[in-house]
């Protein structure tokens, strides 16, 4: 991979506040260029029970309120100018338009964070400059809500985050890193699902500083972990591990593997 200027690292992530946390950590670091932000949505839900309802309006939440605790935001960079600030409307991430915005600034490396789907003319266009960061490891939990399945079906010990390159299949491409997240006894399902997210930031600040050193290096993924989409996060999934954690399952699952 050629190296460009110092200024041609890319964002494209999301709207909420670990992707503001995603964003502030890695310009507090590296001069960042610009950030293409686009609000990410969950299908739309069935008429749910009341009961389903408050569970999923609890789960979001609690996951705010646990989220402003961990993803303390660190000060602007005094160093760096502002990144050019890019709002995507919803669905146009591959549209023409943002492909001309990506053109015109010339990106050397794009750091991917909860974006949707990248189409296969961005990917034709900037071959080898594309990154994300997936909330899962790959070998196990890829798609959607990756940093929860792993809670749901019992297996704390499987939390973690993955940095790959993008290839046209969902969370296929070679691996750059990944890593697993520290356990607790007094972790809760809110913190468990945050601190993948920390996780998996640091290993883009790793990677950045690779590509940066010209020392990045990837490699094959060993095997495809089982694929989740967007619209297998439903409330009843959520009430499952409510029910796991309220009855000391999750607890008692992480004590095991302790």
Request: with cysteine; net charge positive.
């Amino acid at each position: 991979m050629t190296l460009s200027d110092e200024n041609s690292i890319i964002l494209i992530t999301g709207t909420e506040l670990r992707h503001q946390f995603f964003i502030r950590q890695i310009h507090s670091k590296f001069p960042v260029k610009a950030v293409l932000t686009e609000k990410i949505q969950y299908p739309p839900l069935p008429k749910l029970s009341k009961t389903l309802q408050k569970e999923w309006d609890r789960f979001f939440r609690e996951r705010d309120i646990c989220e402003r605790t961990l993803f303390a935001l660190p000060k602007p960079s005094d160093s760096f100018s502002p990144p050019v600030s890019i709002n995507i409307p919803n669905g146009k991430l591959n549209s023409p338009e943002t492909l001309s915005h990506l053109e015109r600034l010339e990106p050397g490396f794009i750091a991917l964070f909860d974006s949707n789907l990248i189409g296969a003319k961005m990917m034709e266009r900037f071959p080898d400059r594309i990154f994300n960061l997936h909330l899962g490891l790959t070998e196990l939990y890829r798609g959607s809500s990756c940093n929860f399945w792993p809670i749901h079906d019992g297996h704390p010990e499987q939390l973690g985050a993955t940095i790959l390159k993008i290839n046209r299949g969902i969370d296929t491409g070679d691996v750059v890193t990944q890593k697993g997240i520290e356990l607790k006894p007094t972790d809760n399902f809110q913190a468990l699902m945050g601190k993948v997210v920390i996780t998996g930031v640091g290993l883009m600040l790793d990677t950045i500083d690779s590509w940066k050193n010209g020392t990045l290096r990837t490699k094959p993924l060993a095997k495809k972990g089982t694929l989740f989409l967007r619209n297998q996060f439903t409330p009843e999934a959520i009430h499952r591990v409510r029910t796991m954690a309220d009855n000391g399952e999750i607890s008692k699952r992480i004590a095991d593997v302790l």
